[in-house]
């Protein structure tokens, strides 16, 4: 083994493996090449098994949010459609509202004036029959008036002339004069 050694040792110029400068920073050949290799064999695996399932997950998921946003604009034109048909029910049920308000008051108007009616008429047949009752009564009172008039008449009658008026057509002749005699100074003195 010396002379391995030596016959190394005498080559001249070439150096051990061992003797040269080692550089931290720069891997040696084969180290390199024997990175890359693995390297390739992975990137080559990732780009033939796991990228195509990683695209394919992408776009699931970009067609579930492009979904997602065409539901949800949908959804939004279906309340938009929902609230324009609310404020339309809103506004006819206002409208229908003010209509009933308005044929209440028209009503109410109607009755107060039908009342008006009714209770002028009952007032009107009040103050008539009230009209009638006195007429009957002041009618009573001038028959009752008449007569003790009349026999008022008689009485002074008899005294004046001293006689006694036994005949009824003599009496009623002088009552007879006597009220129309009272009738037309009654009537001039009004």
């Given at each position: 083994m010396t002379n391995v050694i030596n016959y190394l040792a005498a080559g001249g110029g070439e150096v051990l493996p061992l003797e040269e400068p080692i550089n931290p920073l720069l891997p040696a050949?084969?180290?390199?090449?024997?990175?890359?290799?693995?390297?390739?064999?992975?990137?080559?695996?990732?780009?033939?098994?796991?990228?195509?399932?990683f695209q394919e997950v992408l776009t699931e998921r970009e067609d579930r949010i492009k979904g997602?946003?065409?539901?949800?604009?949908?959804a939004q034109v279906e309340a938009k459609a929902a609230?324009?048909?609310y404020n339309a029910q809103l506004a006819e049920a206002r409208?229908?509202?003010?209509?009933?308000?308005?044929?209440?008051?028209d009503k109410g108007k109607q009755i107060i004036?039908?009342?008006k009616a009714q209770a002028t008429e009952e007032s009107n047949r009040i103050i008539e029959s009230g009209e009638k009752q006195l007429?009957?009564?002041?009618e009573q009172v001038v028959a009752?008036?008449?007569?003790?008039m009349g026999q008022n008449s008689i009485n002074l009658a008899e005294r004046l002339l001293g006689e006694q008026l036994s005949d009824a057509v003599k009496r009623s002749r002088t009552?007879?004069?006597?009220?129309?005699?009272?009738d037309t100074v009654n009537y001039a003195g009004k």
């Open positions: 050949t084969y180290d390199l090449v024997w990175s890359v290799i693995p390297l390739l064999v992975v990137g080559i695996l990732f780009w033939k098994f796991i990228l195509p399932k997602g946003i065409q539901r949800a604009e949908a609230l324009e048909k409208a229908e509202a003010a209509q009933i308000r308005e044929e209440a008051r004036e039908e009342m007429a009957a009564q002041r009752e008036l008449r007569r003790e009552i007879d004069s006597f009220l129309s005699d009272l």
